[in-house]
């Protein structure tokens, strides 16, 4: 089962009162009509880069708007919602990681520290405290 691109609406003659949240995919399939059609073991919110942003065992208890929602049987080993997984063909996968990057932003943010905590020794030795 999978629900594309989830939104909120209002229908035409709501069942409930103006609390009530109501969501339907883009091909018009209500999601609170659609919970028993979710059969496998987990049920994900993913983005529209196919990037998974959340996972419940019970669909009723995800938020869907924004997301299109999909389920698979089995979740990998390190599995999470923090960006680090994506979900293609029925399957997740880890999504590849850009090395070169991330050590960039750790020396940036490191540089960083260390031009701070030299600021700081240059005020204090301009003031003579060093």
Not at 65 to 73: H, L, P, R
Request: charge should be negative; charged fraction near 30%; aromatic fraction near 14%.
């Amino acid at each position: 089962m999978e629900l594309k691109n989830v939104t909120r609406y209002i229908p035409d003659d709501p069942d409930y009162d103006n609390n009530f949240l109501y969501f339907r995919s883009e091909d018009g399939q209500d999601f609170y009509e659609s919970l028993s059609k979710f059969t496998k073991k987990y049920k994900l919110c993913i983005d529209s880069e196919n990037i998974i942003r959340s996972v419940s065992e019970d669909v009723s208890r995800l938020y869907p708007a924004g997301f299109s929602v999909v389920e698979v049987n089995k979740l990998p080993a390190g599995f999470n919602i923090y960006g680090d997984w994506k979900y293609s063909n029925g399957t997740v996968l880890a999504v590849p990681v850009d090395y070169q990057a991330k050590a960039e932003t750790t020396r940036q943010k490191l540089l960083d520290a260390a031009n701070s905590t030299i600021a700081d020794w240059r005020t204090e030795l301009a003031l003579g405290e060093i």
